[in-house]
């Protein structure tokens, strides 16, 4: 598949601005356009755009996972939270507080596979792919606000332990067992092929063993009668809440950052993109998320031959089946063009 808009507002200082001027660009895969408001100003040497290898991300081609996994949750997370609070237990509104933190992961991730097929626009040009990246930040802080208020109140029921109704605590952690095993399998499927729905299934899989060590907690209150129990299983719950979502805030501040995405190395691309046939040097490699689960590209190759369709495809074709890279554009330059053009981009790789 290949992107049929002419427009491409990448947002960083590279695409726009460079001290020489061109107007010529030529898109890989047989279109030919002449964009003037695209220049990235560079004599008169073209500038190939080519998305090769499809686009590397998710289509939501059964949004009926999501749609049920949110549901049976959301209502799983009311009942918990509920329960937790009619029977004082600190443990049910930890565990309620992990549930509540998958329920808006699978939003985000059903939101991202929606929004990506939004049809880019003249004022957004990528489309509102970078709305998913937007949401894992918002989810991050909110969950750390939450989680932060269930430890204050879990340090304090330490000192003074409130009696907690094992039995109870039992059958509500059970039924999360239930609901989060039922929607993990919802996932299992698609968790082979699709980022989105493997992230959903490990989620749901890790709460279904959080339901279990509550379950657990509740058998050891009611046998023992030790109620401080109550309060260190909150704790311990909490903790794994922050370490995962301690990770999904730093991964998100990256990705606002433009950051390279975890799991690519950008000098390995570096070097593949080195031993393309033809190329002798380049720089200005810039390789940012677009969103949660699709990645973009641009460079300057110098190549003597130019860029001819059959490389375009090749360079795109590698780097998605090497680095699910599904967004590249390359410009073409010689090498006298290329030491000017470099030296007017004094922050570039």
Not at 14 to 41: I, R, V
Not at 81 to 87: D, E, I, K, S
Not at 125 to 153: F, H, Q
Request: proline content about 3%; some cysteine.
């Amino acid at each position: 598949m290949h992107d049929t808009h002419d427009t491409h507002d990448h947002g960083h200082p590279e695409a726009h601005g460079k001290a020489c001027t061109h107007h010529g660009h030529h898109h890989g895969g047989g279109h030919d356009h002449d964009h003037d408001d695209h220049a990235h100003g560079h004599g008169d040497h073209g500038h190939h755009h080519h998305h090769g290898g499809g686009h590397v991300h998710a289509t939501p081609s059964n949004s009926a996972p999501f749609i049920i996994g949110i549901g049976l949750n959301s209502l799983y997370v009311v009942a918990e939270a509920v329960w937790g609070l009619r029977v004082h237990s600190l443990a049910l509104l930890a565990d309620a507080g992990h549930n509540l933190s998958d329920v808006l992961a699978l939003f985000a991730a059903w939101g991202a596979l929606a929004l990506g097929q939004r049809a880019p626009s003249a004022r957004f040009t990528y489309g509102l792919r970078r709305s998913s990246i937007l949401a894992a930040l918002g989810n991050a802080v909110a969950l750390l606000l939450i989680t932060g208020g269930i430890l204050w109140e879990a340090i304090a029921r330490l000192m003074h332990p409130a009696a907690v109704p094992g039995a109870t605590v039992m059958i509500v952690a059970a039924i999360g067992i239930v609901v989060n095993g039922v929607t993990a399998a919802l996932f299992a499927a698609g968790s082979k092929d699709d980022l989105n729905m493997r992230g959903a299934f490990a989620h749901m899989l890790s709460d279904a063993i959080m339901s279990l060590v509550v379950v657990l907690t509740g058998g050891l209150m009611w046998w023992t009668g030790w109620l401080w129990l109550d309060p260190v299983t909150s704790i311990v719950v909490s903790i794994a809440i922050v370490a995962g979502t301690w990770s999904l805030l730093r991964a998100s501040l990256d990705m606002a950052l433009d950051a390279v995405p975890a799991g690519i190395d950008p000098a390995e691309v570096e070097r593949t993109l080195r031993a393309m046939p033809g190329v002798t040097d380049l720089h200005d490699l810039h390789i940012w998320p677009m969103s949660t689960t699709e990645t973009a590209l641009t460079v300057h190759l110098v190549r003597a031959d130019g860029g001819d369709d059959a490389f375009l495809h090749a360079a795109s074709e590698t780097l998605s089946r090497q680095f699910r890279i599904g967004h590249a554009t390359f410009q073409i330059e010689s090498a006298s063009f290329a030491s000017a053009c470099a030296l007017s981009s004094p922050g570039s790789v």
